[in-house]
T-cell receptor, first 119, second 116 residues
């Protein structure tokens, strides 16, 4: 099973709302990722978790707050977003080395994404 | 610094034609990994292939084939007898060998349109 699921598929929220994006995988992967993708652009990395610990935060504004409650789940909490945050948000997972937690060289499997519109 | 260049922004072909998508990369590392992903209009990125820098064998999977040449720092992707379902954006990506780096550096993508 190489499936990563994401909910919701579509989300429309106002700038004062609080919402969460959810991602789940059951491949036993220990690295999980959030990406943001604008139209006609490649995905941009936001966060990386390895063994449930935040390993990379690509200088993402604090209105985006990631959470990794367990090895299968990854959330992205959204608060006070701006219209320019409208994008496709992609979750991915991959294997990670047991001792170092490194994800180097492992392919990532992506979910279908959440299309977010901020009004 | 890592860099991936996909010089072809958009390609349009007629069904059953062969098409090659180019990917050129830059890295100072001797150990690295190259990937191709497909993103159909639905939005999900689909993993197609991974290659490590020590394996220069070309690979064929059905109508897909990949040509990895370290001498020219290229990892090109060919679709033989293209079909409408091949219409998508294709991303080439690079990963270096140590975890401090960004896991995947994507090229800007090539949008392939296959016309019936």
């Amino acid at each position: 099973d190489t499936e990563v699921t994401q909910t919701p598929k579509h989300l429309v929220m106002g700038m004062t709302n609080k919402k969460s994006l959810k991602c789940e995988q059951h491949m036993g992967h220990r690295a999980m990722y959030w990406y943001k993708q604008k139209a006609k652009k490649p995905p941009e990395l936001m966060f990386v978790y390895s063994y449930e610990k935040l390993s990379i935060n690509e200088s993402v504004p604090s209105r985006f707050s990631p959470e990794c409650p367990n090895s299968s789940l990854l959330n992205l909490h959204l608060h006070a977003l701006q219209p320019e945050d409208s994008a496709l948000y992609l979750c991915a997972s991959s294997q990670a080395a047991g001792t170092s937690g490194s994800w180097e060289g492992y392919e990532q499997y992506f979910g279908p994404g959440t299309r977010l519109t901020v009004t | 610094a890592q860099k991936v260049t996909q010089a072809q922004t958009e390609i349009s072909v007629v069904e059953k034609e062969d098409v090659t998508l180019d990917c050129v990369y830059e890295t100072r590392d001797t150990t690295y990994y190259l990937f191709w992903y497909k993103q159909p209009p639905s939005g999900e990125l689909v993993f197609l292939i991974r290659r490590n820098s020590f394996d220069e064998q070309n690979e064929i999977s059905g109508r897909y084939s990949w040509n990895f040449q370290k001498s020219t720092s290229s990892f090109n992707f060919t679709i033989t007898a293209s079909q409408v379902v091949d219409s998508a954006v294709y991303f080439c990506a690079l990963s270096e060998s140590y975890s401090g780096n960004t896991p995947l550096v994507f090229g800007k993508g090539t949008r392939l349109s296959v016309i019936a």
